[in-house]
Structures are given as C-alpha cells and as structure tokens.
C-alpha cells in the first residue's frame, strides 16, 4: 500500500462515518431511531437496499466465482426482480397500514405471539449469523492483503460501523449507503476499465469476449434442470424468487429500509429500482470477473492466489516441493498462453475448422496447467492442514493490489470496507429493532418510556455489534464466501416466507397450525442440508412448501379435534 492509497481509503472510510453520525445525530424516540421518522425518498431506498445485499463479499467473491465457474450465477437473481413486484403489490400496503417497525409484528396481529417470536428467533439466528460472515468475509481477505493482524482488521470494521449506526440508527444506515454504494459502483467500473486495458493490444473487448465465451465463461442461461446444480434458469427463477421474497418481504434488514419512506408509493419505488438495477449490478461484477480470468490468459496468475497461505508453506519442509510446482506452472502456464493466443487468431478469421481445433488445444492446455494446480493445492494442505485452500475469494483483490496503480488501490479497498459496512450496519440496525420491538418491549418489559426504548434499541445495537465482531473473530471459512451467506440464509428463510404467505393467503389457518407446521418444515429443511446434496437455493421452496403443507394438514387435524371436544 503506497501512502496515496492509504489517503484515499482514509479519507473515504472517515467522510462516511462522520457524514453519517453529523447528518442523523438527534434521534429522540425509537419513530426515528428505527424508521428514520419515514423521511426517505425512494432513491434513498433504492440505492439503501441495493446497498444493504451488496455486501463486501459481493465485490470479494463474486469477480473469483466468475472466474471459477463464468457468468452462471447471474441466474440466482432472475427472480429477484419478480419478487419485487410481488412484494410492492401485496406486502408493502400491509405494513404501512398497520404502521409496524418490524415485519414480524403484523405475525401477533394475523396469528399469535409465539409465532411472531418463533419468526422473530428465526431471523435473529440467521442474520445474527449472516452478521458475523458479513465481516469475517472480507477480514479475512484484507487481513491477508494488508499484512494486518485478522481481528484487528475485524474490530476496524466492527467499530466503524458500531459507531454510526448507533449514533443514528436506521436513518444513520441509509443515509450513509448512498455514499457507500456512490464508491462501490464508481470503484468497480473503474476496475472493470483497467482490467480491459491491461489486456494486450492486438486483444480488443471483443477479443475478449470471444475467447471468454470459447473457454466456458460466458454461460449466462442454463435450461437444463438438475435438483443438484445450484445456479440454472429454472433454480434462479424459482428458488431465487423465493429467497427474495422471503429476504425483501420478511427479513427487518431490508423491510426496516422501506418501512422508512415517506410513503406507500416511494416505498415501491424504491424496491422497483432495486428489482431493475440488481441485475445489471450483479452482471456487470461477473463480467469483471470474467475479464480478469481473461487478463490471467495472457498474464501468469500465481499458482496459488493467497499469499499468506503460500508464505506459510514456504516456511515448512514442503517448500521445496511447492517451489518445484510453480516451476513447473509456469512452463504449464507458457504453452497455455501461446494457444489462448493462437485462438485470438482463429477468431479473428472466422474459420470455424482452426477455432475449434484451437479451442480442443486450448482446453487440453487448460488442464494441464489445471493439473499442476491441483498439485500444488495438493502439497498446501499437507504443508498447512488448517489453511482454506479455495482462493477463489482471493482472485479479484490479488489482481486489484498486484496491477492497479496508486490510488485506485485505495479506491477498490475503500469499495470492499464500504461493502462490508453498509451490510453490517443494516443488519446489526435490523437485529437490534426485531430484538427490542418484538422481544424485549413484547415480552419482557411492556411499559418503559419512549427514551427508555430507545436507550434499549442503541445497547442492542451496540450488543448485536459485539456479538457479530466475536463470531467473526472465531469463524472458519466456509466455501465460497458468496454461497455461504446464501446457504445460511436459504436454511431459514423458506420457512418465515412459509409463515407470512400462510398469513397472507391462507385465511383459515390459525396460529396453532402454523407454528407447529413452520417447526416441522425447519427441521425438514435441516435434514436436506446435512443429509441430501440438493442445492441449497432449492432450501427456500421445501421450506416454505412444507409450511404451507403442513398448515393445511395441522388445521384439518385440530380442527376436527376441536370439533370433537365441542360434542
């Protein structure tokens, strides 16, 4: 890091905190600490929920899952924006007549209390946890890059956003994402620009493409279906509708966003912008991804992308076997780049004969080089059995630290800690309303006054905060950052979206049925995870599904019970 990135990251991260604690400061009751005195308009919305699911580990992750696995995951949002319109027509109407805080608030009114704090407990558990991953994720990557000491880098992250989002609660939270999502955006085209004119120049962006495209990377739509693939049309389009709804209707961390504009229509406005610009959003960080692995085609990307790993083994007797594989990588890498550059030239004659044989060579090539990696991985986890060995996360922020020049080090830094701060703010703003709203005022202490509330809401926060600094702190790796905030939060929201569709459309079923069918279904949706392989996107429809199921049959049951008790 040269002093100018240092500068600009600094300066951005300090402008935030403080734009956010100067701009909200004077919150006197829990109307404007956790609705923001419904003052948002809906580009404030739009751009805090954009803001709220674009967390660091979207700008970390995703670039590596494109250059891993090309543009498939793009499918994992081609429900969102459906789900938006669904949610704008029928949700949003519902809670601002009953001018709730929480979404689980409008759960007592339709059923009972121990169904809006069995939804309530739901919530706190996943987002409690999606909190601890939310800054353990980039952490653990900027630790590594910076050469910081991992929980000093997560208590960084941990007290900056302790500290606005306390001082101003969920007013604090959106208007500090317009700026955080300003340098996330501006940051990543700026990277997505370099990365192109790094490329050589006989390469051009269409170059670029064509070859992306012949080595796999450009799978954008899959219509083939398969229970077990985790990112195609049909698991996108149904299972990714259902997170979203369950997530944008159900979950305090974007519910709290909407619930505070100034209206019912600037409320929908907002998550129309949302459902239309997600997409774009999430294509255009894939394809940066994409480009990168296009960039390493030409320039030799290292055998292993974290070096802190890597120096690691350098340090034990394996060293010499690893140093031997890098050896021979770079030959592996050698041949491979010569036949990348031999398809460039078949592309550009439009003879399909020397393009597919220049595709087959570069595929053998690619493997053999892929080999070698494999190898190396191999020798890491003998040298380091405790270390991850998916760098997948690691691919993009190595690229950005290796080839970008000072100043726009800072920026893509200063986009990753804004990422892993509007994400945590909100969810920490969230975790402590549901907490105070729908368990501690509810159920433990139902007379305090106004300030007593909203002492309670910042210590909460602040408790939230702590908790999700610790777990962060103590958390281990768990595959691809991106899936598995995705698959921590698919185990629990199929069954609260299960609960709310039941309250929504199923007049008939009473509180009874629906707490124990939404029991049944969680402990269902836990056997899939441990004990089938089905893709977790699917989680979101079974739970939701048996929800629905098992209220029809409970109600039948206890209905006819009641019927007999009543003889």
Request: aromatic letters at 14%; proline letters at 2%.
């Amino acid at each position: 890091m040269r002093p100018l990135d240092w500068i600009v990251l600094l300066g951005t991260l300090g402008f935030i905190v403080i734009y956010g604690v100067w701009k909200t400061r004077g919150s006197t009751d829990i109307e404007g600490y956790l609705k923001g005195d419904n003052s948002m308009k809906w580009w404030t919305i739009g751009l805090s929920v954009m803001a709220t699911q674009a967390s660091a580990i979207t700008f970390l992750s995703t670039p590596g899952q494109a250059y891993e696995d090309g543009m498939r995951f793009v499918q994992f949002y081609f429900g969102l924006p459906i789900a938006m319109v669904i949610i704008s027509i029928t949700v949003i109407p519902i809670f601002y007549r009953l001018n709730v805080y929480t979404a689980y608030e409008f759960l007592e009114n339709r059923f009972d209390l121990k169904t809006r704090t069995l939804a309530a407990l739901l919530f706190l558990v996943q987002r409690g946890l999606a909190a601890g991953i939310t800054i353990y994720a980039p952490a653990i990557i900027l630790s590594t890059m910076l050469g910081w000491s991992l929980t000093v880098t997560i208590l960084v992250i941990g007290m900056l956003v302790i500290i606005y989002t306390v001082s101003g609660g969920t007013k604090a939270v959106s208007v500090t994402q317009k700026q955080q999502m300003a340098v996330m955006i501006g940051g990543m085209l700026v990277a997505g620009i370099m990365v192109v004119h790094y490329l050589p120049q006989d390469v051009s962006l269409g170059d670029a493409v064509a070859v992306a495209g012949k080595m796999g990377k450009m799978n954008v739509v899959d219509f083939s279906f398969d229970w077990n693939d985790r990112y195609n049309f049909w698991s996108g389009i149904t299972g990714g509708l259902f997170l979203a709804l369950s997530y944008f209707g159900t979950d305090q961390s974007q519910v709290a966003r909407y619930l505070g504009g100034k209206s019912v229509t600037e409320s929908r406005l907002g998550l129309l912008f949302n459902g239309l610009l997600k997409i774009p959003m999430q294509f255009m960080i894939l394809f940066i991804g994409v480009m990168v692995f296009v960039f390493y085609q030409f320039n030799q990307p290292p055998v292993f992308f974290n070096e802190g790993v890597k120096s690691k083994v350098y340090a034990t007797p394996y060293a010499g076997e690893l140093r031997a594989l890098e050896t021979t990588y770079s030959a592996a890498f050698a041949e491979q780049k010569q036949g990348v550059q031999d398809l460039v030239v078949a592309l550009k004659t439009d003879n399909e004969a020397d393009i597919a044989a220049a595709k087959t060579k570069v595929t053998n090539l690619t493997a053999a080089t892929k080999a070698v990696r494999e190898e190396a991985i191999g020798v890491i986890k003998k040298a380091a059995p405790e270390a991850e060995t998916r760098d997948t996360d690691y691919v993009f922020i190595s690229f950005v630290m290796k080839y970008l020049p000072a100043g726009l080090v800072g920026l893509l830094l200063a986009v990753i800690f804004s990422a892993a701060m509007s994400s945590s703010s909100s969810e920490l703003n969230a975790l402590a309303s549901t907490t105070v709203v729908d368990l501690y005022k509810r159920s433990v202490k139902p007379f305090g006054d106004a300030t007593h509330y909203l002492n309670a809401s910042k210590l909460f926060t602040v408790a939230w905060g702590l908790i999700a600094v610790l777990f962060a702190i103590y958390a281990s790796l768990l595959d691809n950052l991106i899936q598995a905030v995705n698959i921590v939060g698919s185990i629990f929201y199929g069954t609260i979206l299960g609960i709310f569709l039941v309250a929504f459309y199923f007049k008939h079923i009473r509180g009874n049925a629906v707490f124990w069918a939404a029991v049944l279904a969680e402990l269902v949706v836990l056997y899939c995870h441990f004990y089938t392989s089905i893709a977790f996107l699917w989680f979101n429809v079974i739970g939701c599904g048996c929800v629905i199921l098992f209220g029809f049959i409970l109600q039948a049951v206890l209905g006819k019970k009641k019927e007999l008790v009543a003889q």
